[in-house]
């Protein structure tokens, strides 16, 4: 691998990307403590806080994964009028991303509440609603797509976690106005709808995600990933999948690539967010006009810094810069 042009691609070619995130974004918070006893109104452990955060979940980690690395960004997905939506804008603004495309509902914004106690999460809390989003709201999401791919993009990522904005009639029709476009399209999928990917570019999805859509699970070994790539593309009529398959790294399988690529030996700590990063990177690669064998590279290489992370995080490029230097 050439880490010295991707270098210069990280360098060079961000701000000249303009990638929008699409489908459902959320808000992660966290409360840190320690657990000092178990109540005595219930056999639960009680944690006492002594900080708290609060970070981008979903396809809004996308966006954010994005913009620190420099590529012109912008998000739509549906919210709600409240708290949650407030501090969503405020880090959006805080990292430049456009939020232009947010469209406001009855709902309430997603909200992912945990607790954590040491490097434990204690439990979680979620505010959402997940049913499918129809009528006017889907109709909204849809024209924005539609006018920003007529202002010119360079990709579009779909986030989908089931919580309603990726129906299978919304799915399609992004597909459909992004191939119009010429636009490439990537999908984040950590929901279990592939039929709605139909003809998609890339689906990145975990072996967690693969092996539900199979009549046999396979292993997580490279010929067994590749022959169920292959049954996947198939079946869903996708044109690429991308495999990630946590200590063992990625898998890019297509009609015309195969790559597998391994990860550095590491502690894995905490994989939330590896597949948001991902996805962000690959998009940037995309993007950017490099060969999908480099984006895979570089988004495997940008996974195996997030994992080591607890929660969300967005890596630099500098970070990514310093790991293609690294031997």
Request: hydrophobic share 40%.
């Amino acid at each position: 691998m050439d880490n010295q042009m991707l270098c210069q691609f990280l360098e060079d070619k961000p701000a000249a990307c303009k990638v929008l995130v699409v489908g459902d974004i959320m808000l992660d918070k966290y409360y840190y403590g320690e657990v000092t006893r178990i109540s005595g109104e219930a056999p639960v452990p009680i944690t006492r806080v002594h900080s708290s955060t609060e970070k981008l979940g979903g396809g809004a980690n996308i966006a954010c994964n994005l913009a620190v690395l420099g590529v012109r960004t912008g998000i739509s997905g549906f919210v709600g009028d409240d708290q949650h939506c407030e501090s969503m804008v405020e880090k959006f603004r805080r990292y430049g991303i456009d939020a232009s495309g947010l469209i406001y509902t009855d709902r309430p914004t997603t909200t992912k509440v945990r607790v954590v106690s040491g490097n434990q999460q204690m439990f979680r809390l979620d505010f959402e609603e997940s049913g499918a989003v129809d009528g006017e709201d889907a109709q909204k999401f849809r024209q924005y797509i539609g006018q920003k791919l007529n202002e010119s993009l360079d990709c579009v990522v779909i986030s989908d976690h089931d919580n309603g904005a990726c129906t299978e009639k919304t799915c399609a029709k992004i597909i459909e106005l992004c191939h119009n476009h010429g636009v490439p399209v990537v999908v984040d999928m950590s929901g279990h709808n592939w039929v709605n990917y139909a003809h998609a570019d890339y689906v990145v999805a975990n072996m967690k995600r693969v092996n539900q859509a199979l009549l046999q699970p396979v292993e997580n070994e490279d010929d067994q990933v590749e022959k169920a790539a292959h049954y996947l593309l198939r079946k869903y009529r996708l044109r690429n999948v991308i495999v990630t398959r946590s200590q063992q790294g990625l898998s890019l399988v297509g009609k015309d690539v195969v790559a597998h690529i391994p990860t550095k030996a590491q502690e894995l700590f905490d994989v939330l967010g590896a597949t948001d990063s991902i996805a962000a990177v690959f998009a940037l690669a995309l993007a950017g006009g490099l060969n999908p064998r480099h984006g895979a590279y570089l988004a495997n290489l940008a996974a195996g810094r997030v994992v080591m992370r607890l929660g969300t995080y967005a890596v630099t490029r500098e970070e990514l810069q310093d790991l293609l230097r690294t031997p």
